[in-house]
T-cell receptor
Framework: DSGVTQTPKHLITATGQRVTLRCSPR?????VYWYQQSLDQGLQFLIQ???????AKGNILERFSAQQFPDLHSELNLSSLELGDSALYFC???????????????FGAGTRLSVL | EDQVTQSPEALRLQEGESSSLNCSYT??????LFWYRQDPGKGPEFLFT???AGEEKEKERLKATLTKKESFLHITAPKPEDSATYLC?????????????FGIGTKLQVIP
């Protein structure tokens, strides 16, 4: 168990809908990362938050947004869903700078999104 | 743009048959190279971090090495439970932040 919790585990929805994925990082970790993993592609970095602020953006669509709350949990919002958004969405967290293993990302079990 | 290429895409080994997985990378200002293991339907699990050329790390039947252009994950006498997808990732400093780029992975199957 990595200590990173993602809910829900599975999500089935229809095209055009909006969903929210939730992530609780490991205790003490300040950084949260979101990734998308499709069958034919590797892990695609979407966005990173550090202590409530956006730190880095990857290949995140405009229909997607995220935030990190004061208690450090994060939510990824996906709207106007399309069939191609079906994928595994992973959240990862990493320790604060200056701590041991600060560069290691610990991954949650993922949320499997199916858009029908 | 940072690039990570892993080969082979898939590898099938007999139990006990040692082999190596390759991860070649193109990045400006490497801050670290990571190996992860991913089982089907699960999140990646951290294995190793390597920071400089010549560095080696070992864990049970796995040994990771790093040169200036590539990393190898050597698997000695693998067992069926080593079957998984092995992911390589590089961390580099780009545009004011540290960015991590993952390869597509090598899917390893170890046959009893």
């Amino acid at each position: 168990d990595s200590g990173v919790t993602q809910t829900p585990k599975h999500l089935i929805t229809a095209t055009g809908q909006r969903v929210t994925l939730r992530c609780s990082p490991r205790s003490g970790d300040l950084s949260v990362y979101w990734y998308q993993q499709s069958l034919d592609q590797g892990l695609q970095f979407l966005i990173q938050y550090y202590n409530g602020e956006e730190r880095a953006k990857g290949n995140i669509l405009e229909r997607f947004s995220a935030q990190q709350f004061p208690d450090l949990h994060s939510e990824l919002n996906l709207s106007s869903l399309e069939l191609g958004d079906s994928a595994l969405y992973f959240c990862a967290s990493s320790p604060a700078p200056g701590t041991t293993n600060k560069n290691i990302q610990y991954f949650g079990a993922g949320t499997r999104l199916s858009v029908l | 743009e940072d690039q990570v290429t892993q080969s082979p895409e898939a590898l099938r080994l007999q139990e006990g048959e040692s082999s190596s997985l390759n991860c070649s990378y193109t990045v400006s200002g490497l801050r670290g190279l990571f190996w992860y293991r991913q089982d089907p339907g699960k999140g990646p699990e951290f294995l190793f971090t390597l920071y400089s050329a010549g560095e080696e790390k070992e864990k049970e039947r796995l040994k990771a090495t790093l040169t200036k252009k590539e990393s190898f994950l050597h698997i000695t006498a693998p067992k069926p439970e080593d079957s998984a997808t092995y992911l390589c990732a590089v961390q580099a400093y780009s545009g004011g932040y540290q960015k991590v780029t993952f390869g597509i992975g090598t899917k390893l199957q170890v046959i009893p």
